[in-house]
């Protein structure tokens, strides 16, 4: 006979836990710290559209999603562009002719923003 709540045959393990979880990944550094070569983005997937991100720390700690793939800076507009520094996402220029676009602006799942040299890449995406 089985019982028909039974945790363990939904996927988790007898204390309610999910089964095969990974561990996540932290690899943090104290934001004083003189390196920050340790911190290492988080492969991810946005839980509007599925696709692929990856997050990144800001200066303040705080995580930013980015599309996976860099693209040429000339198509993305100056608001919109982010560079990854030692590991550390920034919104800033740094002169180099590749840059990162934040997630949402590209997501297929919200609202098209509007903004010109993203159409391109939202087609893309």
């Not at 997630?103 to 159409?119: E, F, V």
């Amino acid at each position: 006979m089985r019982t028909t709540n039974n945790p363990a045959a939904d996927g988790f393990a007898w204390d309610g836990t999910p089964k095969n979880r990974r561990p996540p990944r932290t690899l943090r550094v104290s934001p004083d710290s003189p390196t920050k070569l340790l911190r290492s983005s988080q492969p991810g997937r946005c839980t509007a559209c599925g696709n692929r991100v990856e997050w990144y720390y800001r200066d303040n700690n705080g995580a930013v999603p980015l599309h996976p793939g860099e693209l040429p800076t000339h198509l993305i507009p100056d608001n919109q562009r982010w560079h990854v520094l030692s590991g550390v996402a920034r919104p800033t220029q740094d002169g180099s002719p590749w840059c990162r676009v934040h997630h949402h602006s590209l997501c297929p799942a919200t609202p098209d923003p509007g903004i010109p040299g993203l159409q391109e890449a939202r087609r893309r995406h």
